[in-house]
């Protein structure tokens, strides 16, 4: 198995230095260079492309975030941001401007879970490095194109209606879902670039032996999503039973709260915390009775959300597409099979 190629940008000689000799003890890892600048990492890039970088946020002259929006968009190349200070707040901030994640800064040599974090880190990157990034042309840079080239053209997809790289796809069904959810789910690679939330509305005692049917149909991971659960490419994230899920600066988060449309989880709730994550995401309400996730697509399609209801002909029941179609939440509507390729279509995978 080939290493896995990665840049280390960091302004402290001491921190650059440590996160190179962490990734270096990984047999994973090729470390191309550890660089104490954007402008040296985006020349660098354009001569010997990693597959993932890591970058120290926020970095001392302030250029972090000129730096991750160049290296994720024009190189298509995930960023890890390694983050100091507020991690919630610079998190968020790193994730807005293109990084795949954020990933919490050196821990100390002399913590008693040292060793485990060490190993964490590298389990990160060599996740996010195979997160699937659309190129695309900036106009902003601080370094002149003579400095740093157009970056290489091979391998470029088609782009998505959605801004940015694909972070997350939202699924909703009810009755008739769990087949229509497979049909859909099959047709996607285990490296699909980015997490699947579902919520499928199921009684509590089937909801684990619908994660087991669905895990054995299809090549995709699943599993019951978890409370502040870092959610990563290639994974299906199931809303337990009884619980609101809520994704949140790319984690899951469990709520009880309100049954919304006699539903708990609601599909409402899981799109309108899509909607307000600021990311890249894609919206889909399949087959059930009722109106459940209509408001929560129309507010996902408003944040600029690329948004699908299974058409009429398809569905078992056609009451939760009717109902988002009426209120204008849906960008298109596709019979159950054109679902899956067209999310391939929109994450760019051949």
């Given amino acids: 198995m080939s290493s896995i190629r990665v840049l280390v940008v960091d302004d402290r000689p001491d921190y650059r230095l440590w996160v190179q000799e962490v990734l270096q003890k990984d047999g994973r890892f090729l470390v191309l260079a550890s660089l ?9 890039i354009r001569l010997e492309p990693p597959q993932a970088v890591t970058i120290r946020w926020p970095m001392g002259d302030g250029s972090s975030a000129t730096c991750v929006r160049h290296v994720s968009a024009q190189f ?18 790193a994730l807005r401007q293109g990084a795949v994640s954020a990933f919490l800064a ?8 040292y060793a485990r974090r060490c190993r964490a880190l590298c389990d990160h990157v060599a996740a996010m490095s195979k997160v ?34 694909l972070m997350a796809v939202g699924i909703v069904a009810s009755t008739g879902g769990p087949a229509a959810v497979c049909e859909i789910l099959r047709k996607l690679p285990k ?44 994974t299906v994230y199931v809303a337990p039973p009884d619980y609101h899920l809520h994704w ?3 984690r899951t988060w469990l709520r009880k709260g309100e049954r919304e449309c006699w539903q708990r989880p609601s599909g409402n709730v899981l799109f309108r915390s899509m909607a307000e994550s600021t990311l890249s995401c894609i919206g889909v ?33 056609y009451g939760m597409p009717k109902a988002a179609v009426r209120i204008g939440a849906v960008d298109e509507e596709l019979a159950l099979e054109r679902i899956g390729p067209r999310l391939l279509e929109l994450a760019g995978v051949p």
């Avoid at 699909?192 to 499928?200: E, G, Y």
């Fill in 285 to 317: 309400i399949l087959t059930g009775l009722g109106e459940d996730g209509a408001q929560g697509l129309l507010a996902l399609r408003q944040s600029g959300a690329h948004t699908i209801a299974q058409d009429r002909s398809s569905c078992v029941v």
């Fill in 106 to 113: 050196r821990p100390d040599r002399q913590h008693h879970d």
């Fill in 248 to 250: 949140e600066n790319r």
């Fill in 36 to 44: 104490p600048n954007c402008e040296d990492a985006l020349r660098f």
């Fill in 132 to 165: 699937h990034i659309i190129r695309r042309k900036l106009g902003d840079s601080p370094f002149s194109s003579a400095d740093i080239g157009e970056g290489p053209s091979a391998g470029e997809r088609p782009p998505s209606p959605s801004s940015g790289q």
């Fill in 191 to 234: 490296d699909f670039p980015a997490p699947v939330l579902l919520v499928q509305h199921i009684t509590s005692e089937f909801s684990q032996s619908f994660v087991d049917w669905l895990s054995n149909n299809i090549g995709l991971r699943v599993t019951l999503a978890e409370h502040e659960e870092f959610t990563l490419p290639g």
């Fill in 76 to 93: 298509a190349t995930p960023v890890v941001a390694l983050v100091d200070g507020d991690f919630a707040k610079n998190e968020a901030q």
